[in-house]
């Protein structure tokens, strides 16, 4: 089995067939997705979802850094009141983006520290995104850390290699989305070959990052079997122990799924 730890399948690009996508994911084995979310407004409906897939799809609830300023309102204490609900895995995705959004960054910067308090408060898991950001996502992580424990995840990490180290000093995991299967992204396969086998996950971040060889299409959660492969390549280990590898981290980290208790 593997499990999809990243996918944002309550955007209108599912909408004509989402049922569909989630059957094709069971067909290639993905069977637990995590619907990430990016606007905590969007909870009822994200858990709707979940309750529709009792046994595969679970959620996240958060604000993405790039929805920060519309959302910069939500609180530590609202955040810790919606994980509560069982079939909430994860707080995020948060973080800090100078892609898209540099010109709300302290903005952002204000949103994430809350996420990460929520965390720290639930023990559930921080989903972070971090785009062109290393040196402040570092600093921050290194600083609040200091103040207690969280645990986390950098999603689709796309960074450099001292990013990845302190990610890893911190007890963090990184995941790895399509990217790593893109012939240009020599310095990323290269991170992850060199990341521990017990600190890695795969995710789709679907309907975005289309893997190779399914390029020119829509990303949907069962691709995350081509990422999965590839991993396994530049890790020197077949496909089915990366397989087994990915869906142990991810169950330890987002415990939530299945009571598991691991440490």
């Not at 990845?164 to 995941?175: K, N, Q």
């Amino acid at each position: 089995m593997l499990i999809d730890t990243h996918c944002h399948l309550l955007l209108s690009d599912f909408d004509e067939d989402r049922h569909d996508v989630i059957m094709r994911a069971h067909q290639a084995n993905v069977l637990k997705m995590i619907a990430i979310a990016i606007k905590v407004k969007d909870f009822v409906t994200l858990i709707k979802l979940c309750e529709d897939y009792p046994e595969s799809i679970f959620c996240s609830i958060g604000t993405h850094p790039c929805h920060a300023h519309e959302e910069n309102e939500v609180l530590v204490d609202e955040l810790v009141c919606l994980a509560s609900h069982p079939k909430v895995v994860a707080i995020g995705e948060t973080g800090l983006d100078r892609y898209h959004n540099a010109h709300t960054i302290e903005e952002q910067k204000i949103v994430f520290l809350r996420h990460i308090e929520a965390a720290r408060i639930t023990g559930i898991p921080l989903v972070i995104h971090s785009r062109l950001a290393d040196e402040d996502m570092a600093a921050i992580l290194q600083e609040e850390m200091k103040k207690g424990s969280f645990p986390f995840v950098i999603h689709c990490f796309s960074s450099g290699q001292k990013l990845a180290d302190i990610c890893l000093e911190l007890g963090g995991y990184i995941s790895f989305t399509g990217m790593i299967t893109f012939h240009k992204y020599d310095s990323l396969r290269s991170i992850a070959k060199g990341i521990p086998m017990d600190r890695v996950l795969v995710e789709t971040d679907s309907p975005y990052i289309v893997p190779v060889p399914c390029r020119g299409k829509r990303c949907e959660p069962s691709y995350v079997v081509n990422t999965a492969k590839v991993l396994a390549k530049e890790k020197g280990v077949s496909y089915e122990y990366l397989m087994e590898k990915t869906t142990e981290n991810a169950l330890r980290l987002f415990s939530k799924i299945s009571g598991c208790t691991c440490s």
